[in-house]
């Protein structure tokens, strides 16, 4: 069992799935945990490229919660993947969850758990080097319907020293 991992929402995989890139997830974390919830979510369009996105990517790791998903303790702003989450996180003592959700990020803090959003991870892998720009990233993110605030676009780009 992998001690402190990260863990990962919907929509990041979605995200970096749409950019080609989910390998940044084992560039930078190595491994990282889904619960089946998420899984399920992933795959929930019947696209085939999704399923087999998983299958090329084994270190992307489904879980089973323990026990099973009471998303009733949640409040309503949290959506069933997102509560799997926190509840995974909360089992395996998670370092890191990977959520793009302004609402269920602030929950996360409320209940102390670390958090990073997609633009995050594009930011880290930047500063790792596994990047060059996240520019085109964030603007084809745009362009394929992830709705990303004018704000932390800019924000981020400040950050990676690509405002123009």
Known sequence: MLENPVISNTSPLVGLWTLGHLHLLRDLYAEVLIPEEVQDEF?????????????????????????????????????????AVFDLAKERGARLIILDDLEARRYAKRIGL??????????????????ATIKPLLDRLLANGIHLGTSLVNEALQEAGELD
């Open 114 to 131: 670390p958090t990073k959003g997609t633009v995050g991870v594009l930011l880290d892998a930047k500063k790792s080097g596994f990047i």
């Open 43 to 83: 795959l929930a369009t019947g696209e085939p490229a999704r399923e087999q996105a998983l299958r090329n990517a084994p270190w992307i790791r489904s879980v089973r919660l323990t026990p099973p998903l009471d998303d009733t303790t949640y409040p309503n702003v949290i959506h069933r993947g997102e509560a």
